[in-house]
């Protein structure tokens, strides 16, 4: 079973809703691999909070967030994958063809530097008002060190209702993320989606 690392912000006050749906299926069978440990950039929240109760390994990750920091975590805890999970610093360090995100919007329109969390989608929002777009998405993708340009493997839409403000609308969003997140892991850290961590093109999915 190939064991995985996940980095999951949070907050100070909740959040970690993601990390905590991945290790629910990994004790379920739905997610085939093994977590390993969990960091986070907050000492106390919502992550630390889900990491204590699910009896995963955390660790709090204070700046400055270095590649060595990184590289030496994921290889510290024996990680064959890393998983990003609302984790809202830059990864550097880590292997490009062994790394994932997740992002709660299309890409590569809503996503960058600064575009994370509500901000998504709050701009996804403002582009639907101005006629410019009829849904968000749920976005995955292997990383890279540069914010959201990591080749995509998946994504999958969600429709914008009239009457939704960026609340509700993040609502669908991670109720999707929640659904699809574990299997489209599961596919990564079991080789059915791939890529050589160099070219787009080498990328292969076989779901």
């Known amino acids: ?13 909740g959040g970690g809703s993601g990390f905590e749906n991945l290790v629910q299926k990994a004790h ?5 691999a093994e977590i390993v440990g969990v960091a986070s950039n907050h000492k ?13 390994p955390f660790i709090f990750l204070e700046p400055p967030w270095t590649a060595e920091l990184y590289r030496n975590l994921v290889a510290e805890y024996g ?6 999970s609302g984790w809202l610093k830059l990864a550097r360090g880590l292997d490009p063809r062994t790394t994932i995100n997740i992002h709660p919007g299309p890409l590569p329109r809503f996503g960058g530097t600064g575009m994370y969390g509500h901000h998504v989608h709050e701009a996804v929002m403002e582009a639907y008002k101005r006629g410019e777009v009829t849904h968000s998405a749920v976005t995955m993708h292997f990383v890279t060190e540069e914010y ?5 493997f998946f994504q999958r839409r969600v429709p914008i209702l009239e009457s939704d403000t960026p609340e509700t609308l993040a609502k669908r969003v991670n109720a999707a993320e929640h659904e699809f997140q574990p299997l489209l892991t599961d596919a990564v850290v079991n080789g059915r989606i791939a890529w050589d961590g160099i070219n787009s093109s080498s990328l292969k999915i076989n779901l």
């Open 148 to 152: 959201d340009r990591g080749p995509i």
């Open 44 to 56: 106390i929240g919502g992550v630390y909070e889900k990491a204590l109760r699910l009896n995963v």
């Open 1 to 13: 079973m190939k064991k995985l690392f996940v980095f999951a912000s949070g907050s100070a006050e």
């Open 79 to 84: 990680a064959d994958f890393a998983a990003l």
């Open 28 to 32: 379920s069978g739905a997610l085939n």
